[in-house]
């Protein structure tokens, strides 16, 4: 395992994965707002976008059990190519379908479902080889820089993905982002290894099952890493019940344009740059149960103005300080959680904990998308806004939160 010093980019091996990491974020900037865009200029229905996320979100936290299992077992640089070869593949065809024609609703469907799968593993991938690669005691600053390329692609490309969007389609985007997964491919094909240092076969069912027990039996043990997991299930719950209002809100309420939608999502995308820049620069005597705590509170607070503004400047600005916030938790949750887990156990315990974290997002999004379409996306917003509220400050109650400290 590496254990260099000074910065995580002088591991070559680092460096590399990163650079086609930052590529692929890239097409995944404009997916972002091409493919929620396309289904609601499918569809007009909050519900449908709402699903579009559901399909995103199950099968990911459900097969990145077997993810799990497979990254502390197997060689993770192959596994990580062909999960990309396999989202390659799929925006190929959305690709091809939406030139000649027969792209519709339920090939939409199947294939996010399929690249959420490949994701899920990807991921697993990725989570247990950054320890590997630039050691333990970086995995919180390494996992921050991952985190910001994203972001920085996320703030830059939604503008130019829903100008394009307006002008002629969701054919660019979706080309753009299949060649970026060729990319990804080729930067972790010429790194050397991610690990194991021994690799196994692919596990059997028996053994993926046993993996599976394994990795909640270590996170059930453990009270804080316990309450952090359940505590995010909830906050998911409210956190996805507005997003999959949020494109219907802009549209609805404020008469955004297919252009300003992809702005409103680059301005969430640069808070949610600077709380990842932020979460690798947090000092290392900070308690991590009470800076959660001041985050969690700080979330909600942020979010009352979204809930009752009719000025879109404040909503989009608002929005975009609480995405900061949330990636600000969201590097610091991993990166701790990574931590103090073994590391031949990362990813298995990372993927129960993901799964129970994403239980709630997907009756969430639905509930989200169908109370949207019912009784309009500012109704979705005050009930998720206050339910999120209501829940962040809960937490301050909780005596194992007040003395995390790992």
Not at 179 to 186: D, F, H, M, R, V
Not at 212 to 241: E, H, K, P, Q
Not at 321 to 341: C, D, H, N, S
Not at 373 to 399: E, K, Q
Request: proline share 5%.
């Amino acid at each position: 395992m590496s254990s260099y010093a000074g910065s995580i980019f002088s591991v070559r091996s680092f460096s590399l994965f990163y650079a086609g990491q930052a590529l692929s974020f890239a097409g995944d900037g404009l997916r972002l707002i091409a493919i929620p865009l396309l289904v609601y200029h499918l569809t007009g229905s909050a519900l449908s976008i709402g699903v579009t996320y559901a399909l995103e979100l199950g099968p990911f936290a459900l097969f990145g059990l077997v993810g799990g299992s497979l990254a502390d077992r197997v060689d993770r640089r192959k596994l990580m190519i062909a999960c990309d070869f396999v989202r390659f593949t799929i925006l190929v065809t959305f690709a091809l379908g939406y030139a000649f024609g027969f792209l519709t609703l339920p090939i939409l469907y199947v294939g996010i479902a399929v690249i959420s799968i490949a994701a899920a593993i990807f991921v697993n991938g990725q989570a247990s080889s950054i320890p590997y690669l630039v050691g333990k005691d970086r995995v919180t600053k390494a996992i921050s820089m991952l985190l910001a390329a994203e972001q920085t692609s996320q703030m830059i490309l939604p503008p130019i993905g829903g100008a394009l969007f307006a002008l002629i389609g969701p054919l660019p985007a979706l080309a753009i982002n299949a060649c970026t997964y060729l990319g990804s491919q080729i930067s972790i094909a010429i790194v050397p290894s991610f690990g194991p240092d021994e690799p196994g076969r692919i596990p059997t069912p028996r053994h993926v099952a046993s993996d599976i027990r394994l990795g909640f039996r270590f996170l059930f043990a453990d009270a804080a890493m316990r309450t952090v997991a359940c505590n995010s299930l909830v906050l998911n719950f409210f956190g996805f019940m507005f997003g999959a209002a949020y494109i219907p809100y802009l549209k609805s309420d404020f008469h955004a344009s297919d252009a300003t939608v992809g702005v409103a999502f680059g301005i969430g995308a640069f808070g949610a740059l600077i709380g990842s820049w932020l979460a690798g620069h947090v000092p290392s005597d900070w308690k991590f149960g009470r800076m959660m705590i001041v985050a969690y509170a700080l979330d909600g607070i942020l979010f009352l103005p979204v809930m009752f503004t009719h000025s879109l400047a404040v909503l989009i600005v608002f929005n975009a300080l609480t995405y900061g916030v949330v990636l600000f938790e969201i590097a610091q949750i991993v990166g701790w959680r990574i931590r103090i887990t073994p590391q031949d156990m990362v990813g298995r315990v990372t993927s129960a904990a993901r799964l129970i974290a994403l239980v709630g997002s997907v009756p969430g999004a639905i509930l989200g998308g169908w109370l949207g379409d019912h009784d309009g996306p500012r109704t979705v917003a005050m009930v998720s806004g206050f339910g999120y509220l209501a829940m962040a400050l809960l937490i301050g109650l909780y005596p194992v939160m007040r003395r995390e400290s790992r």
